[in-house]
């Protein structure tokens, strides 16, 4: 992704993704995706959007949550990340 500079890399399944400001995360209490990036085996045409582990969780806290909105429902929360001093 041009424009936008890396804040971290994130390791998901077998693959790297680098974490961006312009990238957005789902999480509907129960886990936590990617949702603007795939390098996963696309089925029936769709790319499923990566899960994040608990380690990458933890990864993404040292960066402060930035509210999107959204359609996908009132218990759902998306995301992008900024760093904390800004």
């Known amino acids: 992704m041009t424009g936008s500079a890396i804040l971290t890399s994130l390791k998901i399944n077998r693959h790297v993704y680098d974490i961006t400001e312009r ?3 789902m999480d509907n209490g129960c886990c936590v ?3 603007t ?3 996963e085996k696309a089925e029936w045409g769709r ?3 990566p899960v994040l582990s608990k380690r990458a969780v933890k990864q993404i ?3 402060s ?3 999107v909105p959204h359609k996908y429902g ?3 929360s998306v995301f992008t990340l ?3 001093e800004s």
């Open 23 to 25: 990238d957005r995360f």
């Open 33 to 35: 995706q990617l949702i």
């Open 37 to 39: 990036q795939s390098l």
């Open 47 to 49: 790319r499923p959007s």
């Open 61 to 63: 806290g040292a960066f």
């Open 65 to 67: 949550r930035v509210e």
């Open 74 to 76: 009132e218990h759902v």
């Open 82 to 84: 900024q760093n904390k």
